[in-house]
């Protein structure tokens, strides 16, 4: 036991309270500065401080603030370098805190997953205290999840759906975000913490805005109603009706006094906001309103809609001034820069403009744009050359285009200006944050974190910080001030790019050395050793993989099933004929002779593994044409009475016996069947018979999209999109139990070698750790997006994870003995 340990389990809760919270102190103003940094690098006083219900995430995480107290500076054992790695564990307890204030078992994991690749002594001394705990935990062997050190500075997780909206009080210290779980919800995001809930829309809050005085927060909905709260007491002040269509957008004069609100019914509305009373309305976009902005002086108004452009209004009369053309699609976002002389507009044409309201700005000035290419090339919706160029003329003679921003790979959904008004900050569905520089029109640096795409941005009054919202449930906040030195490699290993895109599979080969990642980028394979990438297989669209006894490789993508000898680079294909079958689903059976794949229609169809030709085989696509032929009109009938009912197999499992395969589909049901073993010819007329169904079971509430089964072939495990695990007997085929502690769908399930554990990976971005004799988790691990997948090494203690970012987790069961 650890001397912290000791001197805990020998003290009163007054003292343990009294320990924890002032030794820190002690140690400052005794001038041992030696000791205070070897506390704030013991993972067992981190451990008993987080774990106190006194302290926690926060106090913990404030106490790394005593190194930086100027007595220290000149302080004989000081040390840049001792400090920098103790704001390194600060930093990543801070990137932790959301995952540690709901659970602090995971401690272990969290620090080790952010901290692994730093050689300072004070860190790894911390990452050995952890590999030697008794702890059950699942310890990550590379450093997989963001460090610190970088932009991201925290995480604000607790809506239950997508974040649509977020604002920053006037003060810089709390953030207000509406989410589509129709609430929104008071952060202090310097704690971390929420403060209130405000709750009354009944439908998809989709704008946030705060009056200039910090009193008021304002919504609107999709339920088509605006709602003003008092934030700080949770009070809803007032509800404005008039809309009749989903509100889209909000902005508030800078004297407080008006409000204006954009709506999908094509208007424009000036609110009162102390009586509630409409001022007037603006009507001239043809399509709905999904953006608006006022000036820094109050006297214009900035539409943004659907019918691709921006309408510049002039507020105390309610007149239109002009229209500014130029997007292609639909304008999502504006913004105003608070000299008032630019306008930035952000659309689903994947690109960012900047508008000119200073007509001061010379003709010359849009020449010097057009020959640094800073005008795009593409002016209009239409590609007609008429229409391009006529917008280039009108362009030139208002002189209001001044330049594109084009570096978006999708929609760019929001977009805000810095206080200086010399950056930009735009959110897109490609799932990045960029930051421009205004007046070189040059891309800065990209922010990556998010796993969905991004729905709005905003900056702290400061401009030191930025604040987005995404659809994966989340709110970042992120330091412009650290973004160009953002850490994104590791040593030996890049957390962002084992994948460029999902992972769809993991599979370990059966002599345990070689794990296998399946993506829409391909195949990597990696020592499972050392957790080196050996080789890629370069394969767009691959959805499955399983690997036979024999060391080949099943790989399934669309239109065809194919066998990969990785260790021959041999590759044949085992279907002759494309039928642009989508196979998601796939198993071989024990013997490593057949391979079981879903296919259209319901169906499942059992393949040859054996490469051999034999002399039917060279005729097998011509019968298979003309049976396909023969049923296409069954097959189109069929789906005809199918329509609208269509259920897909999702997951397949075949027994170790081999004698069962079991399907899992989205009709929410598990159906098991008999696995034929004829030979020869049979093998031909096998495929033309049905299989025969031996039993359903049923108790699942939705898709069911992983499956299981036990080494002895007695019991099946299965996930399901209704959250939960169930264990069935085979025997019996009768459900024995569920597991319940996952908040998202489960994607995938796995059992280890011995039996006793079962592996699950979900979309609430966690892997667990079950017992199937406790039905209690073990441990748990919390990812950075979906985890999709997942697999177990024949020692039973090393687990592969894979991302929906692409990030591929290697983990050790810690606390467990490995047992084959």
Same mark, same amino acid.
């Given at each position: 036991?650890?001397?912290?340990?000791?001197?805990?389990?020998?003290?009163?809760?007054?003292?343990?309270?009294?320990?924890?919270?002032?030794?820190?102190?002690?140690?400052?103003?005794?001038?041992?500065?030696?000791?205070?940094?070897? /506390?704030?690098?013991?993972?067992?006083?981190?451990?008993?401080? +987080?774990?106190?219900?006194?302290?926690?995430?926060?106090?913990?995480?404030?106490?790394?603030?005593?190194?930086?107290?100027?007595?220290?500076?000149?302080?004989?054992?000081?040390?840049?370098?001792?400090?920098?790695?103790?704001?390194?564990?600060?930093?990543?307890?801070?990137?932790?805190?959301?995952?540690?204030?709901?659970?602090?078992?995971?401690?272990?994991?969290?620090?080790?997953?952010?901290?692994?690749?730093?050689?300072?002594?004070? +860190?790894?001394?911390?990452?050995?205290?952890?590999?030697?705990?008794?702890?059950?935990?699942?310890?990550?062997?590379?450093?997989?999840?963001?460090?610190?050190?970088?932009?991201?500075?925290?995480?604000?997780?607790?809506?239950?759906?997508?974040?649509?909206? @977020?604002?920053?009080?006037?003060?810089?210290?709390? @953030?207000?975000?509406?989410?589509?779980?129709?609430?929104?919800?008071?952060?202090?995001?310097?704690?971390?913490?929420?403060?209130?809930? &405000?709750?009354?829309?009944?439908?998809?809050?989709?704008?946030?805005?705060?009056?200039?005085?910090?009193?008021?927060?304002?919504?609107?909905?999709?339920?088509?109603?605006?709602?003003?709260?008092n934030w700080q007491t949770g009070e809803e002040v007032r509800t404005l009706t008039s809309h009749?269509?989903?509100?889209?957008?909000?902005?508030?004069t800078p004297d407080g006094k008006y409000l204006i609100s954009g709506s999908t019914d094509k208007?424009?509305?000036?609110?009162?906001?102390?009586?509630?009373?409409?001022?007037?309305?603006?009507?001239?976009?043809?399509?709905?309103?999904?953006?608006?902005?006022?000036?820094?002086?109050?006297?214009?108004?900035?539409?943004?809609?659907?019918?691709?452009? &921006?309408?510049?209004?002039?507020?105390?009369?309610?007149?239109?001034?002009?229209?500014?053309?130029?997007?292609?699609?639909?304008?999502?976002?504006?913004?105003?820069?608070?000299?008032?002389?630019?306008?930035?507009?952000?659309?689903?044409?994947?690109?960012?403009?900047?508008?000119? /309201?200073?007509?001061?700005?010379?003709?010359?000035?849009?020449?010097?744009?057009?020959?640094?290419?800073?005008?795009?090339?593409?002016?209009?919706?239409?590609?007609?050359?008429?229409?391009?160029?006529?917008?280039?003329?009108?362009?030139?003679?208002?002189?209001?285009?001044?330049?594109?921003?084009?570096?978006?790979?999708?929609?760019?959904?929001?977009?805000?200006?810095?206080?200086?008004?010399?950056?930009?900050?735009?959110?897109?569905?490609?799932?990045?944050?960029?930051?421009?520089?205004?007046?070189?029109?040059?891309?800065?640096?990209?922010?990556?974190?998010?796993?969905?795409?991004?729905?709005?941005?905003?900056?702290?009054?400061? !401009?030191?910080?930025?604040?987005?919202?995404?659809?994966?449930?989340?709110?970042?906040?992120?330091?412009?001030?650290?973004?160009?030195?953002?850490?994104?490699?590791?040593?030996?290993?890049?957390?962002?790019?084992?994948?460029?895109?999902?992972?769809?599979?993991?599979?370990?080969?059966?002599?345990?050395?070689?794990?296998?990642?399946? !993506?829409?980028?391909?195949?990597?394979?990696?020592?499972?050793?050392?957790?080196?990438?050996?080789?890629?297989?370069?394969?767009?669209?691959?959805?499955?993989?399983?690997?036979?006894?024999?060391?080949?490789?099943?790989?399934?993508?669309?239109?065809?099933?194919?066998?990969?000898?990785?260790?021959?680079?041999?590759?044949?294909?085992?279907?002759?004929?494309?039928?642009?079958?989508?196979?998601?689903?796939?198993?071989?059976?024990?013997?490593?002779?057949?391979?079981?794949?879903?296919?259209?229609?319901?169906?499942?169809?059992?393949?040859?593994?054996?490469?051999?030709?034999?002399?039917?085989?060279?005729?097998?696509?011509?019968?298979?044409?003309?049976?396909?032929?023969?049923?296409?009109?069954?097959?189109?009938?069929?789906?005809?009475?199918?329509?609208?009912?269509?259920?897909?197999?999702?997951?397949?499992?075949?027994?170790?016996?081999?004698?069962? @395969?079991?399907?899992?589909?989205?009709?929410?049901?598990?159906?098991?069947?008999?696995?034929?073993?004829?030979?020869?010819?049979?093998?031909?007329?096998?495929?033309?018979?049905?299989?025969?169904?031996?039993?359903?079971?049923?108790?699942? !509430?939705?898709?069911?999209?992983?499956?299981?089964?036990?080494?002895?072939?007695?019991?099946?495990?299965?996930?399901?999109?209704?959250?939960?695990?169930?264990?069935?007997?085979?025997?019996?085929?009768?459900?024995?139990?569920? /597991?319940?502690?996952?908040?998202?769908?489960?994607?995938?399930?796995?059992?280890?070698?011995? !039996?006793?554990?079962?592996?699950?990976?979900?979309?609430?971005?966690?892997?667990?750790?079950?017992?199937?004799?406790?039905?209690?988790?073990?441990?748990?691990?919390?990812?950075?997006?979906?985890?999709?997948?997942?697999?177990?090494?024949?020692?039973?203690?090393?687990?592969?994870?894979?991302?929906?970012?692409?990030?591929?987790?290697?983990?050790?069961?810690?606390?467990?003995?490995a047992k084959p």
């Open positions: 036991m650890s001397d912290v340990c000791t001197i805990l389990a020998e003290l009163s809760p007054e003292e343990i309270e009294l320990f924890l919270g002032e030794s820190l102190r002690w140690a400052l103003e005794g001038g041992e500065l030696k000791e205070l940094c070897r /506390l704030l690098s013991d993972f067992d006083f981190i451990e008993a401080k +987080i774990n106190h219900p006194k302290f926690g995430v926060q106090l913990l995480i404030e106490d790394y603030d005593l190194i930086e107290d100027a007595q220290l500076l000149t302080h004989p054992e000081y040390k840049i370098e001792t400090v920098k790695a103790l704001k390194l564990i600060q930093g990543a307890l801070r990137l932790s805190a959301h995952i540690l204030i709901e659970d602090t078992k995971q401690l272990a994991e969290q620090l080790s997953g952010r901290l692994l690749h730093f050689d300072a002594p004070e +860190i790894q001394g911390l990452l050995q205290q952890i590999s030697q705990t008794k702890t059950s935990c699942l310890r990550p062997l590379t450093a997989s999840l963001t460090p610190p050190g970088g932009a991201l500075v925290r995480t604000l997780s607790g809506h239950s759906d997508s974040v649509y909206a @977020v604002a920053v009080t006037p003060d810089g210290k709390y @953030v207000i975000s509406g989410s589509d779980d129709s609430t929104l919800k008071v952060w202090n995001w310097q704690a971390g913490k929420e403060v209130r809930t &405000l709750a009354g829309h009944s439908d998809y809050v989709l704008a946030v805005a705060i009056t200039p005085d910090g009193k008021y927060v304002i919504s609107a909905s999709m339920d088509k109603i605006i709602k003003v709260w009749n269509n989903w509100v889209f957008a909000l902005a508030v208007t424009i509305k000036v609110w009162n906001i102390e009586t509630g009373e409409i001022l007037y309305t603006l009507k001239g976009h043809w399509r709905g309103v999904q953006a608006v902005a006022v000036t820094p002086d109050g006297k214009k108004v900035i539409s943004g809609s659907w019918d691709n452009t &921006l309408k510049v209004w002039n507020l105390k009369t309610g007149r239109l001034l002009f229209t500014l053309r130029g997007h292609s699609h639909s304008v999502t976002s504006v913004a105003v820069t608070p000299d008032g002389k630019k306008v930035i507009s952000a659309s689903k044409d994947n690109t960012l403009k900047v508008w000119n /309201l200073d007509k001061r700005i010379g003709f010359f000035t849009y020449i010097r744009n057009l020959i640094a290419k800073r005008q795009i090339s593409k002016l209009a919706g239409d590609n007609h050359w008429s229409i391009r160029y006529f917008i280039l003329i009108c362009n030139l003679i208002t002189r209001r285009q001044l330049f594109t921003f084009t570096n978006h790979q999708d929609m760019v959904w929001a977009v805000t200006v810095t206080p200086n008004s010399k950056q930009i900050i735009s959110g897109s569905w490609d799932k990045t944050i960029k930051v421009w520089n205004l007046e070189t029109s040059k891309e800065l640096f990209t922010l990556t974190g998010h796993n969905q795409s991004l729905m709005d941005v905003v900056v702290t009054p400061d !401009g030191k910080q930025v604040i987005s919202a995404s659809s994966d449930k989340t709110i970042k906040v992120w330091n412009l001030e650290n973004a160009e030195s953002n850490f994104t490699r590791t040593e030996g290993y890049n957390v962002n790019t084992a994948h460029i895109e999902s992972i769809k599979k993991i599979a370990i080969t059966p002599n345990g050395k070689l794990a296998i990642s399946c !993506g829409e980028d391909g195949l990597k394979f990696w020592n499972l050793q050392t957790r080196e990438k050996l080789s890629s297989y370069n394969r767009r669209s691959l959805n499955n993989l399983a690997v036979t006894p024999n060391r080949k490789l099943v790989i399934s993508s669309l239109g065809e099933l194919e066998v990969y000898n990785f260790e021959r680079e041999e590759i044949f294909n085992l279907q002759g004929i494309n039928l642009l079958e989508n196979y998601y689903a796939l198993a071989v059976t024990q013997d490593g002779k057949q391979a079981i794949s879903n296919c259209r229609f319901r169906t499942i169809q059992v393949w040859n593994l054996n490469k051999k030709k034999r002399f039917l085989d060279k005729f097998i696509p011509f019968i298979l044409f003309i049976i396909w032929m023969i049923s296409f009109c069954l097959i189109l009938i069929k789906a005809l009475i199918n329509c609208g009912r269509v259920n897909w197999v999702n997951s397949i499992a075949v027994t170790p016996d081999g004698k069962w @395969v079991i399907s899992g589909s989205s009709d929410k049901k598990i159906k098991v069947w008999s696995l034929y073993k004829w030979e020869g010819f049979f093998k031909f007329i096998q495929n033309l018979i049905p299989a025969k169904q031996m039993f359903t079971l049923t108790g699942h !509430g939705d898709s069911v999209n992983a499956l299981a089964v036990t080494p002895d072939s007695n019991r099946l495990i299965s996930g399901s999109n209704d959250k939960t695990i169930k264990v069935w007997s085979l025997e019996t085929a009768k459900e024995l139990f569920t /597991l319940i502690g996952h908040t998202d769908w489960v994607n995938d399930v796995a059992v280890t070698p011995n !039996g006793k554990c079962v592996i699950s990976a979900s979309s609430d971005h966690t892997l667990k750790v079950w017992d199937l004799k406790t039905q209690k988790i073990i441990a748990s691990f919390t990812g950075e997006s979906s985890i999709n997948c997942c697999a177990v090494a024949p020692d039973g203690i090393t687990i592969v994870a894979g991302e929906e970012s692409g990030r591929l987790h290697f983990l050790r069961l810690e606390g467990m003995e």
